[in-house]
C-alpha cells in the first residue's frame, strides 16, 4: 500500500509539473517516463494522378501498380501499364505513446523510383508497419509539395528547382489502427531516463522527491 501511494505522489509530481529544481526546471523538461517513447511506422504505397511526372514504367512500379487493380478485381498483365501519372512511395510516419485509434498522424511521403514530381499526387491507402511487423496506422490523401521544378533540362534550356519537389507530407494523414503497447510501471516503480543524463539533476530530482514524500505524509 505504501508503494502504491508513494507511486501516485510521485505521478501526480511530474504531470503537474512545478518548478522543482534549482532555477525553476521540471521534471518533464529534464527526464521522461521509460516506455512511454516515440515510434516510427514505415509504408510502402503509390502516389497516383502526377499528371506525366511519375515513374518511367520501373518493373517494380508497374507490378505494383497491377497488384493494387488486382485488389479491385481487375487482372491485368503488368507489361501492358503504363506509370507515367503514378510513382511508388516510402511513407513514414512518427507516433506517439498512447495514442488512440481514431487518432491522426502527420506522413511524409518520398519518391522510391525516378518520378520527377510528386506535385498534384494522391497517396493511395498505405499500411504504416512497426518495427514488429504490425500495422498500426493507415494513410491515404492529396500530398503538399514544399518545393517545384521548372524548366527545361539539357539542350541550353535553364531550369530552376527550389527544394525537392519528390517529397511531400499529409499533414494529419494517417489514422492510427493500433495502440502502441506501453509499459510504464514496473514493480510499482515508474523509471525516469534523463535526456541528458547528469549526476546533479538526477541526485536534486531525487531529494526532492523524498522531501515531497515526506510532506505528504507529515500532512496526514
Request: glycine share 12%; charged share 15%.
Amino acid at each position: 500500500m505504501r508503494r502504491t501511494l508513494n507511486l501516485f505522489l510521485f505521478t501526480c509530481l511530474l504531470l503537474c509539473a512545478p518548478p522543482l529544481l534549482a532555477g525553476g526546471s521540471r521534471i518533464k523538461d529534464l527526464a521522461m517516463v521509460a516506455g512511454a517513447r516515440d515510434n516510427q511506422l514505415v509504408g510502402y504505397g503509390l502516389v497516383v494522378g502526377l499528371a506525366g511526372d511519375g515513374d518511367k514504367n520501373p518493373v517494380y512500379t508497374v507490378q505494383t501498380l497491377a497488384n493494387l487493380l488486382q485488389r479491385y478485381g481487375l487482372t491485368v498483365p503488368a507489361t501492358t501499364l503504363s506509370a507515367k501519372n503514378v510513382a511508388v512511395v516510402m511513407v513514414t510516419a512518427d507516433i506517439a505513446a498512447f495514442k488512440k485509434p481514431g487518432s491522426r498522424l502527420d506522413v511524409t511521403v518520398a519518391s522510391m523510383g525516378d518520378a520527377k514530381s510528386l506535385i498534384g499526387g494522391v497517396l493511395v491507402q498505405t499500411p504504416l508497419l512497426g518495427a514488429d511487423g504490425k500495422v498500426y496506422a493507415v494513410a491515404q490523401g492529396p500530398l503538399a509539395i514544399g518545393g517545384f521544378s521548372v524548366g527545361t533540362e539539357g539542350g541550353g534550356g535553364a531550369s530552376v528547382q527550389k527544394n525537392h519537389p519528390t517529397v511531400g507530407q499529409i499533414v494529419d494523414g494517417a489514422l492510427v489502427e493500433r495502440e502502441i503497447p506501453a509499459q510504464i510501471v514496473s514493480d510499482h516503480h515508474l523509471e525516469l531516463l534523463l535526456r541528458e543524463p547528469d549526476f546533479t539533476s538526477a541526485s536534486r530530482m531525487a531529494a526532492r522527491h523524498q522531501r515531497k514524500i515526506c510532506q505528504q505524509f507529515s500532512g496526514h
